[in-house]
């Protein structure tokens, strides 16, 4: 078997970026990629770990193929894995990582077991000794799991607010979907300022379209989206900053805060989204609204988990489009990221997720399945 992280090949087809293996003879030599894929689809793995165990048999399946090219791993005993543990520690990995590699090892043939591909499990590993082999997990991953919904899951989740005011549910709604359509933080959304909404308008409008309603100024303008300043004691860190807000969230809001808004808030008001008594809304009481629109729905996730859909789904879209940089450079500015590092775990998602459709289709098609 050829091995290697940078691509998969099958049937002719490419696809770079995911830790498969290049199969050389039909199905047999397919059995790894599609644990990868297995992995890559359970929810319980994050991708870290995925990552980690690829790695792992990757190194195992390369060792194999040196020592015993004529073997494959079908046929692997005891006796190679020794060979493979006394390999790492040649090459100077410590106790852990030694430890997480045969973990690979073992999870492997453990699904290849289940799966029928071996018919007994030709070892158990154990690093230290005699005994059952240990339960041994990836390290812990800089990048959290992040759950993400999808449009027809975010469209289930607002269908299930369990509100008897249609006025208060719109609210509830609204607020949604600032999460959804710009990926602010639940706090960020509360604290939304009308001054700062209006400042944004007018700033689109013309001349003689300012000074009057908010609805009046933004019937007036024609711009698709609209730089809106948060007020910086709502954000992480109260650094502030600035967001890109598009025309088809910004029309219901206008029409909320000149209609049913009204009938809640006090004429001096500032907040956006306010409770019957006039007080703005707490992120407490929004993360439990979202948290019983989550569960009456059946999905997992909290209010956060808006934001990480918000990026994935630009991400995707600027990939779509051929431009993965400059979509990495939007996220990082409207999410206010310090660091380039924390936009590219969305970045790793999306290509980690988008290979593994690609690459399980391809799979699916080599073997005769349908897509």
Not at 60 to 74: D, H, M, R, T, Y
Not at 291 to 309: D, N, P, Q, Y
Request: a positive charge; hydrophobic letters at 45%; proline letters at 5%.
């Amino acid at each position: 078997m050829v091995a290697s992280t940078a691509d998969l090949v099958v049937s002719g087809e490419s696809f770079p970026g995911l830790p498969l293996f290049k199969p050389r003879d039909a199905l047999i030599d397919a059995v790894p990629s599609l644990w990868v894929l297995a992995g890559v689809r359970e929810r319980s793995y994050s991708l870290n770990t995925v990552e980690a165990y690829a790695t792992g048999l990757l190194l195992f399946l390369n060792s194999q193929e040196v020592a015993a090219p004529n073997i494959g791993w079908q046929r692997a005993t005891k006796d190679d894995v020794v060979r493979f543990k006394r390999e790492l520690a040649a090459r100077g990995n410590d106790a852990d990582t030694i430890a997480l590699r045969l973990a690979a090892v073992e999870n492997f043939y453990a699904w290849a077991e289940t799966h029928g591909f071996v018919r007994v499990r030709p070892f158990k590993v154990n690093p230290k000794g005699e005994g059952p082999a240990p339960v041994v997990k990836a390290p812990p991953s800089t990048r959290a799991r992040k759950e993400v919904f999808t449009e027809e899951q975010f469209e289930r989740i607002r269908a299930c607010i369990v509100m008897d005011d249609p006025i208060l549910r719109r609210r509830v709604d609204l607020m949604f979907r600032w999460g959804w359509g710009v990926g602010l933080r639940v706090a960020e959304v509360c604290g939304l300022s009308v001054r700062n909404l209006r400042r944004s308008v007018e700033a689109e409008a013309p001349p003689r379209a300012r000074g009057r309603s908010l609805g009046e100024a933004f019937a007036a303008t024609a711009a698709e989206g609209f730089v809106l300043d948060l007020v910086p004691a709502a954000t992480k860190g109260e650094k502030g900053g600035a967001v890109l807000v598009p025309r088809a969230l910004m029309k219901p809001t206008v029409e909320w805060i000149d209609g049913s808004r009204t009938e809640f808030a006090r004429a001096d008001a500032d907040w956006v989204f306010v409770t019957e008594g006039g007080r703005p809304l707490t992120p407490e009481t929004l993360g439990r609204y979202f948290l019983a629109a989550v569960k009456a729905a059946k999905e997992v996730g909290s209010f956060h988990s808006l934001r990480h859909s918000y990026a994935t789904r630009v991400l995707s879209e600027f990939n779509r489009l051929g431009h993965p940089e400059l979509g990495a450079l939007f996220v990082q500015k409207q999410l206010r990221h310090a660091y380039r590092e924390t936009t590219e775990q969305y970045t790793h998602m999306v290509h980690m997720r988008d290979h593994a459709i690609t690459a399980g289709m391809a799979v699916n098609r080599a073997f005769g399945g349908r897509n």
